[in-house]
């Protein structure tokens, strides 16, 4: 069935409590008269509470309606927050190198606002040496606990031991710092690409400002030299 409420011609009731196009109260009219408004304000009825006896109708700009609620709709999912559960899992006797990559993801997941599960995988002989793998969980609670706190403390589930990790901040908080420096990061490119277009205007204007100067002093008049007279001749 159909979610979406009826409108204009297919609300079927002989008359319906109708609502202004700002909220105001019209009162109870014939379903004829609540259409009749509506094309004079050149507007939608739509039924909003279908279930009251008569029916709440309202007038209004349905595909705008629409449209606005679409949109709130999108921007709430966008900032709702779920709840994420990362998995990370260590050997007992872990490479230094291998350790440090592996607490820097899960460094990366708090940040995020994200929870994350330990895992110690022990084989063979290592099953019988559990204290290994409970010493280098809480190395690594103490390694982070700026980031996160230990939600779930290490316990033995067959041959893995495991924890869990929650995150201080709180996954909104993260998402809402997230946004905020990718906006900041955009705003600094686009400040230095305009300062590079403002430098290249200024050159391209230096070169005009020279380009007409040089034929102003190219074609300017060389001073004449002046003419000798000739001598008179003695005894004139």
């Known amino acids: 069935m159909s979610t979406e409420p009826r409108i204009n011609d297919r609300i079927r009731v002989p008359e319906v409590r109708l609502?202004?196009?700002?909220?105001?109260q019209v009162g109870?009219?014939?379903?004829a008269?609540?259409?009749?408004?509506?094309?004079?304000?050149d507007l939608d009825l739509?039924?909003?509470a279908a279930t009251a006896r008569p029916p709440v109708c309202k007038l209004m700009d349905y595909g705008k309606f629409k449209y606005e609620s679409a949109m709130k709709a999108r921007e709430a999912r966008k900032n709702q927050a779920h709840t994420?559960?990362?998995?990370?899992k260590l050997r007992p006797k872990i490479d230094p190198h291998d350790y440090d990559t592996k607490k820097g993801h899960v460094v990366r997941f708090l940040k995020q606002g994200d929870k994350v599960k330990i895992t110690i995988m022990f084989r063979g002989r290592e099953q019988s040496r559990p204290e290994l793998g409970f010493r280098l969980l809480q190395r690594l609670a103490d390694d982070v606990q700026e980031l996160g706190f230990v939600e779930s403390s290490p316990k033995q589930d067959g041959r893995n031991m495991i924890m869990v990790l929650g995150?201080?901040?709180?996954?909104?908080e993260a998402m809402a710092e997230a946004r905020a420096l990718a906006d900041a990061r955009k705003a600094e490119r686009l400040g230095r690409t305009t300062g590079s277009d403002a430098?290249?205007?200024a050159a391209?204007?230096?070169?005009?400002?020279?380009?007409?100067d040089a034929p102003a002093e190219a074609e300017a008049p060389e001073a004449e030299a002046p003419v000798e007279q000739p001598a008179a001749p003695q005894g004139a």
Do not use: N, W
């Not at 609502?19 to 105001?24: A, D, F, L, T």
């Not at 391209?204 to 007409?212: L, S």
């Open 19 to 24: 609502v202004g196009p700002s909220g105001e």
């Open 28 to 31: 109870i009219v014939p379903l």
């Open 33 to 41: 008269k609540a259409l009749e408004l509506a094309q004079e304000y």
């Open 46 to 48: 739509v039924e909003v």
């Open 84 to 88: 994420v559960i990362k998995e990370m």
């Open 167 to 172: 995150p201080h901040k709180k996954k909104t």
């Open 199 to 201: 430098d290249a205007a």
């Open 204 to 212: 391209g204007e230096d070169a005009v400002t020279e380009a007409q």
